[in-house]
C-alpha cells in the first residue's frame, strides 16, 4: 500500500518546512514499519500549481493520500483535492491540520473520506489501521460523519517518534536552512483570537533526552535558523533554564527563536538567553484595558515596561506583535498601542489584521460585537461598529510604514529620541514619512532605507524648527544603523560621525540642550565596525 501525504508551505527559503506533514509521515512509518506500507511526502510551495502538482501526484500513483491543510494554503489544497479526485474518484482522500481542526465543517465529506481533528500522529494510525483491517474508520479526532465531530485529547508526546532523528527532514536540513522546532505543546493561556485558547490547557514535553539528540543533529546540519514553536516558551522557568544551558552549551552558530511572556521574565532567565544567539517575540496584541479584558490577557505597562527593559540592558533582539481590529479596538486604541511599542526598542513589529479563526471565542463574538470579516481563510476583519473600514486601511498604512521605516530601517534604537527631538509620537513620525514617501515620487523598497530614513529626518528637523538637534541627531543615528547593518549583513560599514563614540552614548539619556551644552565642540570621525573573536564590536578610526 502507498500512502502520499501533501504538503505546501508559504515559500521556498527559509518559511519552506513541513512539521506537521513530517510528524505523521514519521507516526506512520513507525506503525507500520514492518509492513509493505510506503510513504511519501510530496513538498509544496504557493508559488507551484495545485492542477499541475495533482497531475504529478496522480501519475505516481497512491492508495490513500493526505492533505495538510492551514489558513494560509487553505485554497491551493481546495483546488489541489478536487483536481486530484476528479481524476482519480476511487482515491482515498482525508485532511488533517489547524485550519481541518478549527473549521471541520467547511470540509466536503463528498470529497474527502475523513478528517483528523487536533493532534494527527495517533489519529492518523488508528484511521489507516481500521483501513487495513477492513474496520469502519472510527475513533477520537477521526471524523466521517460532520453530525459527530471529536477532537482528539492531546497524544503522549513521549510516545512520538522524531522525524529529525529518523532522518525525513533531512531534504529540509540544508545548510543555512530554518527549521521549525517543537520542545512542548499546550498552552495555559485562554486568549480569546487564538486557537490554542481552545486547546488543553496543560502543557506537555517533549523528553529533554530527545530535544538534546535532535539539537545535536540539527547543528552536524549546519542549519542557521530554529524557531521555537511553544507558545510560551518561558512558561516553566526550571525547564526554560535547563534547555536554555543545553542550547548555550553546544556554542552553534545556529539563531534561535523563541516565542515568550514578558511579564515571566527575570534577571536569572534574562541572563540565560543573553548567552545565546537569539531573538524573542512577545505578544503585546494591544495595550488598551478594555480590548484585553475582552481578549482575555492581563496587563500592567509598568510591569511590561520594566521586564522589557530586561532585554534591553543586555543587548537581547526582541520583536513585539500588534492586533488591528480586536473586539472594542479603534484607531486611537491602536495608535496608542503602536507608539507605546516602538519606544520599548524592538528590532521589530509584526502587526497582523484580526483573522477570526473558527474556533476560537472572538469569532463567536463576532455577531455580539458587530463584526464583519471574510467567510473563508483568512478570515480577516473588514470593520467593527468601533473599527470601521476606513479606520482599518489608516490602521494598516501605519503597518506598512512601521513595516518599511521602523522594521526594515531599524530604528528601534532611535525612534524615542526622534520623537522627543521634534516633539511628537512615533505613529505621528510614520505619517509623516508617509507624506514624505508621497513627494519622494520613487519606490521605497528600490532606494536604500538608511538613506531614505536619513533624508525624511533632516527634512523633518528643519520642518520643525529643530535644525540645531541635527548634527547631534544623525550621528546617533548613523552610529545605531551601522551597528543594525553589521548584525544584518555581516560586513563592516564605515561611518562619519559628528561627535565622539563616549559623548553619543550619553545622548541615550540627555536632553538635546544638554547635550549641545555639554559638548559645544564637535569632533569629525570617521570609523569602521568590526568583530572581535568574542563576538563584541570594535570601532576602528580610519584616517
Known amino acids: 500500500m502507498k500512502i502520499s501525504l501533501i504538503s505546501c508551505c508559504l515559500e521556498e527559503g527559509n518559511l519552506n518546512y513541513p512539521l506537521g506533514a513530517l510528524c505523521i509521515q514519521s507516526a506512520l512509518e513507525h506503525a507500520f ?4 506500507i510506503v510513504t511519501i511526502h510530496h513538498a509544496y510551495t504557493l508559488a507551484d500549481d495545485p492542477l499541475l502538482a495533482a ?3 496522480q501519475s505516481e500513483g497512491a492508495d490513500i493520500l493526505g492533505v495538510s491543510v492551514y489558513l494560509w494554503n487553505r485554497t491551493w489544497m481546495d483546488q489541489f483535492a478536487i483536481a486530484l479526485k476528479k481524476e482519480t474518484p476511487s482515491l482515498l482522500l482525508f485532511a488533517g491540520g489547524p485550519e481541518v481542526t478549527a473549521n471541520p465543517r467547511s470540509f466536503d465529506l463528498s470529497l474527502f473520506s475523513f478528517l483528523i481533528l487536533g493532534e494527527g500522529e495517533e489519529a492518523t494510525v488508528q484511521a489507516i489501521q481500521s483501513i487495513l483491517e477492513g474496520r469502519i474508520i472510527e475513533g477520537e479526532g477521526i471524523v466521517t460523519d460532520l453530525s459527530h465531530i471529536t477532537h482528539t485529547q492531546g497524544v ?5 517518534t522524531s522525524p529529525i532523528l529518523c532522518s525525513l527532514a533531512d531534504r529540509f536540513l540544508q545548510p543555512r536552512s530554518c527549521v521549525l522546532w517543537e520542545m512542548t505543546r499546550g498552552c495555559p493561556f485562554a486568549c480569546s483570537f487564538c486557537f490554542e485558547s481552545r486547546g488543553l490547557r496543560s502543557v506537555r514535553s517533549f523528553p529533554f533526552d530527545r530535544l538534546e539528540a535532535e539539537l545535536d543533529y540539527l547543528i552536524s546540519r549546519e542549519v542557521a535558523e530554529v524557531y521555537i514553536l511553544d507558545p510560551t516558551f518561558n512558561m516553566d522557568k526550571k525547564r526554560t533554564l535547563l534547555l536554555l544551558e543545553l542550547l548555550a552549551s553546544r556554542k552553534s552558530n545556529i539563531h534561535f527563536v523563541f516565542e515568550i511572556r514578558a511579564e515571566l521574565l527575570d534577571k536569572e532567565l534574562a541572563d540565560a538567553f543573553a548567552k545565546l544567539n537569539c531573538s524573542l517575540q512577545i505578544g503585546l496584541q494591544s495595550i488598551d484595558e478594555d480590548v484585553l479584558r475582552l481578549a482575555n490577557r492581563r496587563f500592567n505597562p509598568a510591569l511590561f515596561s520594566q521586564k522589557i527593559q530586561l532585554l534591553n540592558e543586555r543587548g537581547i533582539a526582541f520583536g513585539l506583535d500588534l492586533i488591528i481590529g480586536l473586539p472594542k479596538d479603534n484607531l486611537s486604541a491602536f495608535c496608542k498601542s503602536l507608539d507605546y511599542a516602538m519606544l520599548l526598542k524592538p ?6 489584521p484580526l483573522s477570526l479563526l473558527p474556533g476560537t471565542v472572538v469569532a463567536e463574538q463576532a455577531t455580539e460585537y458587530s463584526i464583519i470579516h471574510q467567510e473563508n481563510a483568512p478570515y480577516t476583519i473588514e470593520s467593527s461598529p468601533t473599527f470601521p473600514n476606513q479606520d482599518i486601511q489608516k490602521a494598516l498604512k501605519l503597518k506598512s510604514l512601521a513595516d518599511l521605516f521602523f522594521t526594515k530601517g531599524q530604528a528601534g534604537m532611535w525612534m524615542g529620541k526622534l520623537a522627543y527631538a521634534v ?10 514619512f508617509g507624506s514624505f514617501l508621497e513627494a519622494f515620487g520613487e519606490d521605497p523598497e528600490q532606494v536604500d532605507i538608511y538613506s531614505l530614513q536619513d533624508a525624511f529626518v533632516r527634512s523633518l528637523l528643519r520642518k520643525v524648527g529643530k535644525r540645531k538637534y541635527e548634527d547631534a541627531l544623525m550621528s546617533f543615528i548613523e552610529l545605531h544603523q551601522a551597528i543594525a547593518f553589521f548584525h544584518t549583513w555581516g560586513e563592516s560599514p564605515v561611518i562619519e560621525l559628528s561627535y565622539s563614540l563616549e559623548a553619543l552614548s550619553e545622548l541615550e539619556t540627555l536632553s538635546f540642550e544638554t547635550f549641545i551644552a555639554k559638548y559645544p565642540k564637535k569632533e569629525r570621525q570617521t570609523l569602521g565596525i568590526y568583530a572581535q573573536e568574542n563576538g563584541e564590536i ?3 578610526p580610519i584616517e
Open 423 to 432: 516633539e511628537s509620537t512615533p505613529t505621528k513620525i510614520l505619517l509623516a
Open 55 to 57: 497531475q504529478t501526484v
Open 347 to 352: 528590532s521589530n513589529l509584526d502587526i497582523f
Open 156 to 160: 503522549n508526546l513521549q510516545n512520538l
Open 538 to 540: 570594535l570601532f576602528l
Open 33 to 36: 514499519s514492518n509492513s509493505d
